[in-house]
């Protein structure tokens, strides 16, 4: 099992930043890959990120150069850093746990992942 509670979101004006944090607990964190994704009213889950329990990334590619991924398996947190946030990047922010327990090439649908957290608001604002 695992628990994930993310946190970092709220209102901001285009162009600024935030960094969403995903604190993790249950299985060692070091053994599974996360992934973020969001999600707006009416519509499904979208793929955002994901990070290897090693640190490998995959971004999609409508936030490359904006967002970035990463991991401390120190302290058992992800993070997902997005810059130049525009109004299109408003939504309900998720983090995922993978269940395997062995790599298998990057995940990016939602039902790959076993384990979510509540999810965080993002509003960025013109």
């Known amino acids: 099992q695992v628990q994930l509670v993310e946190s970092g979101g709220g209102l901001v004006q285009a162009g600024d930043s935030l960094r969403l944090s995903c604190a993790a607990s249950?299985?060692?964190?070091?053994?599974?890959?996360l992934g973020w994704f969001r999600q707006v009213p009416g519509k499904g889950r979208e793929f955002v990120a994901t990070?290897?329990?090693?640190?490998?990334?995959y971004v999609i590619d409508s936030v490359m150069g904006r967002f970035t991924i990463s991991r401390d398996n120190g302290k058992n947190t992800a993070y997902l850093q997005m810059n130049s946030l525009t109004r299109e990047d408003t939504a309900v922010y998720y983090c995922?746990?993978?269940?395997?327990?062995?790599?298998?090439?990057?995940?990016?649908?939602?039902?790959?992942?076993?384990?979510w957290g509540q999810g965080t608001q993002v509003t960025v604002s013109s």
């Open positions: 990070i290897s329990w090693n640190g490998s990334t």
């Open positions: 249950g299985r060692p964190f070091s053994s599974y890959a």
């Open positions: 995922a746990a993978d269940g395997a327990d062995t790599w298998s090439g990057y995940k990016t649908r939602a039902y790959e992942y076993a384990y």
